[in-house]
């Protein structure tokens, strides 16, 4: 691993800076006062069967024999960024990156970010502190061996820190990650908690770690979903629109949008037994989601959370 991390220098020429990503592919850290502020863009690499919705129904002991769709998926996702010269991040499992390592490098290689989404898509408040540290260090070293980038992000699977989980950031921290997108301060029934931190924090007096949580709409007096994933296929674009334009004034931070590739597959198999509420929220607008997010580059500047936030 740490020969891997030592070729910052890429195989392909391109001098990278420390989190792995071109420094001179024209996007540039410039934020002054005549250009558009950037947001950070983030996709949660994992397969269609991955999702914490679908966890009762398709065990992973079953995960093996499922057809992949995920590559796919991304390459459609890198060549729209590339069409619209746009970097992201992109948060991947630990699992999907061992059976996908030329789409690692494919993501590396055009200059996006590669971040950690854990090794299996296991929640972090269903595990011990001690499982959730060797799968944080696992991951971290697959993401690194295969990349030869250093990984500096990580995204807990359906946003899964909390109050209930003290321990995750300080182990986050002294497992070496510099940042941690793992939270959102509205209330749903998977994840979220309404009265956390609606924007990037230190959690730590010492260190420049930051949490990121993910953006929410201030309306009413409540934190309404604004982050993207299935809200950005169930709700009309023009809230979007409207609501990141209404938050970025105000706060004057970037907006953090997500999204998995498997929401730019119509075609994906249906999970037939999965709970309707969970079917629902997963297949609806599937075939909208493609011409939305050309909307949404075109309408918003967007980089990787490492060039917004580090
Ligand atoms: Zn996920």
Redesign the pocket.
Known sequence: MTQAIARLEGRDGVSRDSDGVPSSDGVGRSKDASAKPFNAFTI?V?EHF???AFEATVPRSDWEELASRVENNVSRLLDLLARHETKATF?T?GWVAERHPDMIRRIVNEGHELAS??YS?VRVNTQSAEAFREDVRKTKAILEDISGVRVLGY?A??FSIGPSTPWALPILREEGHRYSSSTVPIAHDLYGDPSGHRFAYKPFADDDFLEVPVTTLRLFGRNLPCGGGGFFRLLPYTYFRWGYGKTGRESGQPCIFYL?PWEVDPEQPRIADAAMKSRIRHYTNLGRTFNRLESLLRDFHWTSMARAFL
């Open positions: 949660d994992e991955q999702v914490s948060f499992l989404h854990g898509h995204r699977a359906s998995h």
